[in-house]
């Protein structure tokens, strides 16, 4: 469970010793000893929380993804990957991208400069070249922008 600025919603104390966090696809209930401490426990994570969407605003911090993709755009891969992946367990083939303050990076695209680091970026899920799967949040970076777009 992270506190992800896109999908936090609320939350609550229940049943006076659990404290349940309600997330977009996620329900996670954290039990305690005591009232007193679930009392204290849900406000510490509000205060996070709080915390978290105050940086991340300022972009001090960001919250970083791993977008998936099927490699290509065809839809032959992306049933070969539902397959093997999604049925089976066993991998596929796919593209992987890193998403952080509203930029996508990835490897594999154009040459930059005499060099050619072969990094290149896009707009975050829309790399036009592969089909997009799902974003798979990696945590939060508390790196500058600066130190990021270094």
Request: hydrophobic share 45%; with cysteine; net charge negative.
């Amino acid at each position: 469970m992270w506190l992800d600025a896109q999908v936090l919603e609320i939350v609550v104390v229940t049943n006076a010793r659990h404290v349940e966090i309600l997330q977009k696809d996620d329900r996670s209930v954290l039990r305690c000893s005591s009232a007193a401490c679930a009392e204290a426990l849900a406000k510490e994570i509000k205060a996070a929380a709080d915390d978290m969407r105050i940086h991340c605003a300022s972009r001090e911090w960001s919250f970083a993804y791993l977008n998936v993709y099927d490699l290509q755009r065809d839809w032959r891969l992306g049933l070969i990957n539902t397959l093997t992946w999604g049925v089976l367990g066993a991998g596929g083939l796919f593209h992987a991208a890193v998403e952080v303050y509203g930029e996508e990076w990835m490897f594999g695209g154009q040459e930059v400069g005499l060099r050619g680091s072969g990094i290149s970026a896009c707009q975050p899920r829309g790399c036009s070249l592969h089909t997009f799967r799902q974003s798979i949040c990696l945590g939060l970076t508390s790196r500058s922008v600066d130190d990021v777009m270094q």
